[in-house]
């Protein structure tokens, strides 16, 4: 038996996995418990969401509102999310053929890549990027090309993205504001990629969970409002950054509606729903109004300030971040091998966790001296960590 064992086991793996690993977000994750680290690596909240949301969704449990609502969403949430574009951006979607609630911007951006996807088809993506995007193309049987955001400020060369972009080309991922640079594209910068997603007929698929974390006078611009880029975008968003509420998985795709009917056909099958009282809470949590979003970004910078003092007092180089809420850093001062040794040692020796920059790049060499951190934690979390790392100084 146990020599058919791998035998087996290779025999009923699918090809599609073959090189997937572990989330090292979440490896991370596991290692801060297993250590009792400070957790620095995954970008959930350590504070409570607002008590009016947890109490939106108390009712809602306690009205009984716990079956199946619509299998793309609920018709007040629906409205809801309309609304909020309308009021923010002065966009207006059709909540009947145009807005599809999912679990989360995780599923959002999976259903809608094998929506759109047919093996073959090429993606442009970012490096670094937000670990699941490489997964979720090839999981479409599709292939993605590479273009780099380069350091300080993650800009990236026009040249090299409109080379990767070829008549096989279905579909640009941004994300933005990013994760794990705290890039935010400008409305230059989305210009000309709007330009070449209409040169070559390509879509543009965006995650725009942190659209509201925005340091030092950035601004998101929604590409779909550019002109041109309304029947060929798919804007993915969820309550779980906004509302510190990462495991609510509530989350939309805002799409045309040809697109949005594919989507919602892949989603039914995916998970059929999201949870119903819980899209009843987010109706209350969409109507807030422009004060949450401003003190909500200003409370995030004060936090961001705290952690690159931190960080810069150990001797970290930090790529300041425009929005989200983490910060890229250089170690290269410090004298470690790489980004892995560094990462082992923080949560080894320091009790700290942080994520491996190698884990955001295709070609994981690039990443090799970058080590990511968050700071979505309370201030006394962020006070203990500045504890531990500042005793980088003394190694």
Known sequence: MSSTAPALRTRFRSDRIVNFTESVIREMTRLAFQHGAINLAQGFPDFPAPEALKRAAAEAIAADVNQYSITWGAKPFRDAIAAKYRRTYGLDFDPEREITVCCGATEGMIASCLAVFNPGDEVVLFEPFYENYNPDTQLCGASPRYVTLHAPEWN??????????????????????????????????????????????????????????????????????????????????????????????????????????????????????????????????????????????????????????????????????????????????????????FSRYLIEKLRVA????????????????????????????????????LRLKTT
């Open 354 to 389: 942080a994520v491996p920059g190698s884990s955001f790049y295709a070609h994981p060499d690039r990443g090799r001296q970058q080590v990511r951190f968050c700071f979505c934690k309370k201030y006394e979390t962020l006070e203990e960590a500045r504890h531990q790392i």
């Open 156 to 341: 990236f060369d026009r040249d090299e993205l409109r080379r990767a972009f070829t008549p096989r080309t279905k579909a640009i991922i941004l994300n933005s504001p990013n994760n794990p640079t705290g890039k935010v594209f400008t409305r230059e910068e989305l210009e000309f990629i709007a330009g070449l997603c209409q040169e070559f007929d390509a879509l543009a698929i965006t995650d725009e969970i942190y659209e509201h974390i925005l340091y030092d006078g950035a601004v998101h611009v929604p590409i779909l409002s550019l002109p041109g880029m309304r029947e060929r975008s798919i804007l993915v968003n969820s309550m779980s950054k906004t509302y510190s509420v990462t495991g609510w998985r509530v989350g939309w795709v805002l799409a045309p509606p040809d697109l949005s009917d594919s989507i919602r056909k892949v989603h039914d099958f995916l998970t059929v729903g999201a949870a119903s009282p819980l899209q009843q809470a987010g109706t209350m949590a969409l109507a807030m109004g422009d004060d949450y979003y401003t003190a909500l970004a200003s409370q995030y910078a004060a936090k961001r300030d705290h952690i690159l003092e931190t960080l810069e007092g150990a001797g970290l180089r930090c790529f300041i971040p425009r929005g989200a809420y983490y910060v890229m850093t250089d170690i290269s001062g410090l004298g470690f091998a790489d980004d892995l040794a």
